[in-house]
């Protein structure tokens, strides 16, 4: 029950299935000299979470403006949203190319 709860989290937080598969194989073995490895494995999940939660933020930001932008309904500078937008497509690429590498 724990490993398939321990899957599931994994995979929602953008694990892929050989990045689980290799945690359990570091996890179960309890050899020290996997631990390296096991490290090095998170350390490049982590960073990638935290460039994502950059993205998400961003939406947010950019969903806030929008609402008060739009809410106005008169004459608006829409700069601000752009600008988001273009932050969002920035780190959005920086990590598909991390991805993809």
Do not use: W
Request: aromatic residues 12%; neutral net charge; contains cysteine.
């Amino acid at each position: 029950m724990l490993d398939l709860q321990y899957i599931q989290v994994l995979s929602f937080t953008g694990f892929t299935l050989a990045e689980i598969n290799q945690l359990f194989h570091y996890m179960k073995a309890c050899d020290e000299s996997n631990f390296p490895l096991l490290l090095e494995l998170m350390k490049k999940k982590k960073e990638n979470l935290v460039k994502k939660s950059t993205v998400f933020q961003y939406m947010i930001e950019y969903i806030n403006e929008t609402e008060v932008v739009y809410s106005k309904k008169s004459a608006f500078d829409v700069s601000k949203i752009n600008a988001l937008a273009i932050n969002m497509f920035h780190v959005m690429n920086e990590l598909r190319k991390e991805q993809k590498s």
